[in-house]
T-cell receptor, first 112, second 118 residues
Framework: SQQGEEDPQALSIQEGENATMNCSYK?????LQWYRQNSGRGLVHLIL?????REKHSGRLRVTLDTSKKSSSLLITASRAADTASYFC????????????FGSGTRLLVRP | ETGVTQTPRHLVMGMTNKKSLKCEQH?????MYWYKQSAKKPLELMFV???????ENNSVPSRFSPECPNSSHLFLHLHTLQPEDSALYLC?????????????????FGPGTRLTVL
């Protein structure tokens, strides 16, 4: 069953603007991860945030996690054309299986 | 480069062919994964190997047969595929499959093999 669901499905912004993507999930988790995928390529890990963390930063990326709402957001500040990609959240369940369940992703287009 | 390589990058095969996808990781990881990414569908986990032992088979049809001869190499053997099996097949690795109380590990993906079944 699908665990993470990103919103919006597609986002188009101007270079220099901020981009915010949201992820909602259904069951309790150990951690939540965000990945990026350039068209037709492999995924690249961006950030892992644990269930006991509320916010994490990495360069221009900021991830928040609200376990009470079962949601997370990824903020990219001062976007660049090179940020154009699909962004996926992935969650695991707190059962004994460590499967990562990916959402359908947000396609981000940053216009130069 | 993520340290995970996949060959071939593109593959076109007929429904009666037998082919193999290869994945190699140079990261010293203990877990390796096969994922399938179809158009308009979320990434689907197919198989997981931890310390060369298969720990997860996500209800994958038998026409897909994985093989993990050692912790650095992972193969996906394909035979009598269907056109709906056309997809991007991604290999990934992580330090460990998962740790109790901590959860899943960061996964490092290869560039994928674009498979077309005619």
């Amino acid at each position: 069953s699908q665990q993470g669901e990103e919103d919006p499905q597609a986002l188009s912004i101007q270079e220099g603007e901020n981009a915010t993507m949201n992820c909602s999930y259904k069951t309790s988790i150990n951690n939540l991860q965000w990945y990026r995928q350039n068209s037709g390529r492999g995924l690249v890990h961006l950030i892992l945030i644990r269930s006991n963390e509320r916010e994490k930063h990495s360069g221009r990326l900021r991830v928040t996690l609200d376990t009470s709402k079962k949601s997370s957001s990824l903020l990219i500040t001062a976007s660049r054309a090179a940020d154009t990609a699909s962004y996926f959240c992935a969650t695991d369940g707190m059962d004994s299986s460590y499967k990562l369940i990916f959402g359908s992703g947000t396609r981000l287009l940053v216009r130069p | 480069e993520t340290g995970v390589t996949q060959t071939p990058r593109h593959l076109v095969m007929g429904m009666t062919n037998k082919k193999s996808l290869k994945c190699e990781q140079h990261l010293g990881h203990n877990a390796m994964y096969w994922y399938k990414q179809s158009a308009k569908k979320p990434l689907e986990l197919m198989f997981v190997y931890s310390l060369e032992e298969r720990v997860e088979n996500n209800s994958v049809p038998s026409r897909f047969s994985p093989e993990c001869p050692n912790s650095s190499h992972l193969f996906l053997h394909l035979h009598t595929l269907q056109p709906e099996d056309s997809a991007l097949y991604l290999c990934a690795s992580s330090q460990d499959w998962g740790l109790r109380g901590i959860g899943t590990d960061t996964q490092y993906f290869g560039p994928g093999t674009r498979l077309t079944v005619l």
